[in-house]
């Protein structure tokens, strides 16, 4: 029987330990992506997002040998982040808690009455010649329980415990995602604020279950050693010193899981790095780059240089957590389990029983105990150093989620109508940066007026973009909408007033007509689709996919999905915008891919499908912004000039200028001032 509930245990962690990793393993590879591809934007945009809570102690200031600051957060932080994981597990699965907490008392309890305290009882009963009757009872009622204890719980963790961890999984990673869905646009462009939330992501459901893991071992233990310590203090009392040597021990387990964190978090950077080339030979947007040249050949000198680095990290901590770790080992060893050895024979064969000395089976249960005391504080300073390393990944999480937007909500509903949007003297800066992107932009836009938005790169028309459907606050001016500051509206109502394509907009790995909806189907959506899919020039295309648009786009999870160029991907995200009747359209360069030909066909079919409706677009080539009602040319942040197409072209300015000399690129040098 001995040996059979650490069975269960480690049966236990092992079915546990298989189930959390299949669970979360593909999302946090999707994370990471994405924390990639973050990473990889140029121009970064720094901004106003800041997710420290406190301010940190001149301690945590001072920078360590290797340039990595030392993080080291208070014990009562320390016990609010766990108090936190424990708290949203009972939210998420109060059940799973309670029993997962109970089977550690009742392992705790069976684990002593089964090893120790049972052979104690058979060998001293036999030295002592006690009826053998009385102990086949003890082993036999013993037997029954363990069976029983082993067979219910064994189908708990097999049958129960999976859906218990799919649902506490689920509730951690809603729990994220709606506080995501709350951030500003600014913090996913800001890379401090970007890493703490895939850090959060990545770690979030690990560290909340490792927290009950720790705690049912702490559990555990103590009943371990509370029941062993009383056992051997009434066989010897001395015999505790030997016991309690392991907390001196405990000294250098706190310094080998400071160190095990500090690897962990330099590793983290090189496993980024590794990852990114990985994906560079396997994701098919790199595949042609990758083939034309020698990049091939940079990517794996970075992969090189990047396993250089982690080898160099792990032997410059792994010296000094082996030498943590045989010290431990050591005075475990030789001190403790030796020692008290030494002393229970020596008490048992050289005194003996008749004169004061321990009976045969006082020294095999000492023998055997003192290992188990050992052990037991040993891993109680282990749990409590665990709590600690919970506790740093866990701040990421709550700090993470203690974040409060910028962006605050309103409280009035917008009108559906929209009616006129106003920009009075909007001037508009990143955070960090010391050049305002847009400076004093004033203009109108009456209902059903459509505006082109034109002018070199880095004028601002994006950034006015983000302003108008509230991603970002100017910091002077305001933006209006029937007459109210946008900000006293809700921010779900007001931007569902806004039809929106934006430069970098994405195909979902869903049908042609879930991609065009983007939001469940109602009755009578096939035909909104396919009126859609006509007005933006994509329709022949998708009526020659095999089914329609009940094809599958991409084929990330349907090998027979459709793959479309990068111009037919344009011509349908712009059928989103056909598919709404919202007040407000906003085109940031939507037909980029386009040939200048589909590009006029594709404008004035949208300027006949919204009519009505208030549009806003962005475009390079001004053969489209001349089928506009009003034009504003923007440079440098500020409105350069404003006007129609022909009363531009009549005063000869900067965009007469940029206009004719688009049009000597199609039409040739003959083109002349009239045209």
Not at 477 to 489: A, L, P, Q, V
Not at 527 to 541: D, P, Y
Not at 648 to 655: P, S, T
């Amino acid at each position: 029987m001995k040996g059979t509930v650490n069975d269960m245990e480690e049966k236990q962690k092992k079915a546990e330990n298989g189930n959390d990793k299949g669970t979360h393993n593909r999302n946090r590879k999707e994370m990471r992506c994405r924390k990639h591809k973050a990473s990889e934007k140029t121009g970064k945009e720094q901004n106003y997002c800041s997710v420290n809570t406190a301010k940190k102690d001149k301690k945590e200031k001072k920078k360590s040998k290797d340039g990595k600051e030392k993080k080291k957060l208070p014990l009562k932080r320390t016990a609010a982040n766990n108090l936190f994981a424990l708290k949203i597990l009972w939210k998420s699965s109060p059940s799973y808690l309670i029993i997962y907490l109970a089977s550690s008392f009742v392992y705790g309890i069976l684990g002593f009455l089964s090893e120790s305290y049972l052979l104690r009882k058979i060998v001293n009963g036999i030295q002592s010649g006690e009826n053998i009757k009385s102990l086949m009872v003890y082993v036999s009622v013993l037997g029954i329980i363990t069976v029983i204890t082993y067979t219910g719980m064994n189908w708990f963790w097999q049958v129960i415990g999976p859906v218990k961890q799919r649902a506490i999984g689920a509730y951690v990673e809603k729990m994220l995602l709606r506080k995501s869905a709350e951030a500003d646009l600014a913090c996913y462009e800001n890379p401090e604020f970007y890493d703490k939330y895939v850090r959060a992501m990545d770690e979030a459901y690990d560290r909340i279950m490792k927290v009950m893991y720790t705690l049912y071992d702490l559990i555990a233990r103590v009943i371990a050693l509370t029941a062993n310590s009383f056992l051997l203090f009434t066989i010897d009392p001395w015999l505790i010193l030997f016991g309690l040597f392991p907390l001196v021990l405990g000294i250098f387990r706190r310094l080998e899981n400071v160190a095990n964190h500090d690897m962990e978090i330099k590793k983290k950077t090189v496993n980024r790095r590794m990852e990114y080339v990985r994906r560079t030979f396997y994701l098919g947007e790199y595949a042609k780059e990758m083939r034309v040249g020698g990049m091939y050949i940079n990517m794996l000198r970075e992969f090189r240089e990047s396993y250089d680095e982690y080898r160099k990290i792990v032997n410059k901590y792994g010296l000094r957590i082996a030498a943590y770790g045989f010290i431990q080992d050591c005075g475990l060893q030789l001190v403790t389990i030796l020692g008290a050895t030494l002393y229970s024979v020596w008490s048992a064969m050289c005194i003996g029983s008749d004169q004061g000395g321990m009976l045969l089976g006082d020294c095999i249960v000492v023998i055997g105990g003192i290992g188990t005391i050992s052990f037991c504080l040993n891993n109680l300073v282990q749990n409590f150093a665990e709590f600690g390393e919970h506790s740093l990944f866990l701040e990421d999480v709550r700090c993470f989620l203690d974040y409060e937007p910028k962006i605050k909500d309103g409280k009035l509903e917008a009108p559906s109508s929209g009616g006129g949007l106003c920009v009075h003297n909007v001037s508009f800066r990143y955070d960090g940066s010391d050049k305002d992107v847009l400076r004093n932009v004033s203009f109108d836009l009456h209902p059903g007026e459509r505006i082109a938005l034109v002018g070199s790169n880095g004028s601002g028309k994006t950034t006015l973009v983000k302003l108008l459907l509230r991603l970002y606050d100017p910091i002077v001016g305001e933006i209006t909408m029937d007459g109210r500051d946008i900000k006293e509206y809700t921010l779900m109502s007001y931007r569902d007033c806004f039809s929106t394509v934006l430069q970098d907009y994405k195909m979902f790995s869903l049908t042609v007509r879930e991609n065009v909806l983007l939001r469940p189907e109602k009755e009578g959506d096939r035909e909104l689709v396919e009126a859609a899919l006509s007005a933006s020039g994509v329709s022949e295309r998708i009526d020659r996919l095999e089914h329609g648009i009940d094809t599958v786009l991409t084929r990330e999870f349907d090998d027979r999905g459709a793959v479309l160029s990068l111009g037919e991907q344009q011509k349908l995200s712009l059928a989103r915008v056909f598919a709404s009747d919202s007040p407000f359209v906003l085109l940031d360069e939507p037909s980029s891919a386009l040939d200048p030909i589909a590009e006029y066909n594709m404008f004035e079919n949208m300027i006949k499908a919204t009519k009505g409706r208030s549009v806003i677009f962005i475009s390079h080539r001004l053969s489209s912004a001349a089928l506009a009602d009003r034009v504003i040319l923007m440079d440098e942040g500020r409105i350069a000039e404003m006007g129609t197409h022909g009363e531009l072209m009549a005063k000869g300015g900067k965009y007469a200028d940029m206009f004719r000399r688009q049009a000597e690129n199609y039409l040739g040098s003959e083109v002349s001032a009239n045209d």
